[in-house]
């Protein structure tokens, strides 16, 4: 069994996943609601809510999975990217925990990560593939050939997908996270009130920008007074998560096209998004590609999603990683 821990931003997750990274036998994540009084995450808030939470976090995965510690074989954990101080505490502990009992380790990349929670949804899944993630820190696209090797193919110039909700819905008045905030106000909204921007959407390239976005929705609501504002809130949510939308389907859809895929994979907290999801089960019917999104509680971060790309990534063996360290990009 791989003992599987993430660590990378507010989240403090810890996972049991079988050898393959087709099931995961628990999965406990611990949101630290800290942050909400920032409007956004603290880096020492969460490196020190980490260490307060980690272990207890350990031991439910444990006994959700009904396992031992002696039942594990091995121990996975995220070294990049991410907040320093909150990949350490993870990557001391699973250290720790490795060394102990004379096991191997395998560090995991974050972003590989998001991806392999699609084996967990569909584990009949198998590259190549296409795969968008998108997240509050990360939006980018990817193929992923048959050696399950990730290729980038384009990113975001400015701002990630989920900051740029997380920044509209600051605007907006509507709280932390932004993504959920944003979709719950625009559940009775008209997408179409607002002609919001989707920047590079002429271009052939597969990159992202956000920026052009928010600054139309500040222009927009400098224009209109409190009680504007109030009426329209529900139009200028929905207007705007269309937007975000729009520029995520239709650069995923043309680099799958591109590149023959014949699936498509979503990840990443963006992924959660309702509208997004039912927007490219539509156009992927349409289009005969296969869809693979996976729950939304393996959207946003979890530590299944790293013991699933355990089994692709390169183990260490005891106790050469001792000196292994965790990285921010």
């Keep these: 069994m791989i003992l599987a821990i993430e660590t990378s ?27 909400a009084r920032y ?8 490196s020190r809510a980490h260490l307060e939470r980690l272990d207890g976090v350990v031991e439910r995965s444990l006994s959700d999975a009904n396992i031992s ?13 991410g ?3 909150a990949l350490l505490v993870g990557v001391a502990a699973a250290k720790g925990l490795a060394y102990a009992r004379g096991l191997s380790l395998v560090p995991v990349n974050h972003l590989e990560g998001h991806v392999a929670a699609a084996y967990l949804a569909d584990p009949e899944l198998e590259p190549p593939f296409v795969a968008l993630i998108a997240s509050g820190g990360h939006t980018a696209l990817y193929s992923v050939d048959a050696d399950r090797k990730m290729h980038l193919l384009g990113e975001t110039l400015d701002d990630a997908a989920g900051e740029a909700l997380d920044k509209g819905a600051r605007m907006l008045g509507l709280g932390f996270p932004g993504g ?22 002429g271009r052939d390239d597969l990159n992202f920008s956000f920026s052009g976005l928010k600054t139309s929705l500040l222009y927009k609501l400098k224009a209109m007074d409190e009680e504007q504002v109030r009426e329209e809130l529900p139009h200028l949510a929905a207007s705007y998560e269309a937007a975000v939308v729009e520029a995520l389907s239709r650069k995923l859809l043309r680099a799958a096209d591109l590149h023959d ?10 992924a959660a998004n309702a509208s997004l999801r ?16 996976p729950p939304p509680d393996l959207c946003t971060d979890n530590a299944a999603m790293i013991g699933a790309a355990a ?16 990285r921010s990009v």
Excluded: M, W
């Design 69 to 81: 510690l002696d039942e594990v074989s091995s121990v996975a954990v995220t070294t990049r990217p």
């Design 278 to 293: 039912s927007t490219l089960e539509a156009e992927c019917a349409e289009a005969g590609t296969t869809l693979v999104v």
């Design 39 to 46: 409007g956004g995450v603290v880096p020492e808030v969460a």
């Design 180 to 201: 959920p905030a944003i979709s719950k106000a625009a559940r009775e909204g008209d997408r179409d009130r607002y002609d919001f921007p989707v920047a590079l959407k």
């Design 261 to 270: 895929a014949p699936a498509v994979v979503v990840a990443g907290g963006v």
């Design 9 to 35: 931003c507010d989240d403090t997750c810890a996972a049991v996943v079988e050898p393959d990274g087709r099931r995961a036998l628990s999965n406990v994540v611990h949101t630290q609601t800290e942050h």
């Design 311 to 326: 089994p692709y990534s390169t183990v260490i063996a005891y106790p050469e990683y001792l000196s292994l360290n965790a």
């Design 83 to 85: 907040l320093i101080g």
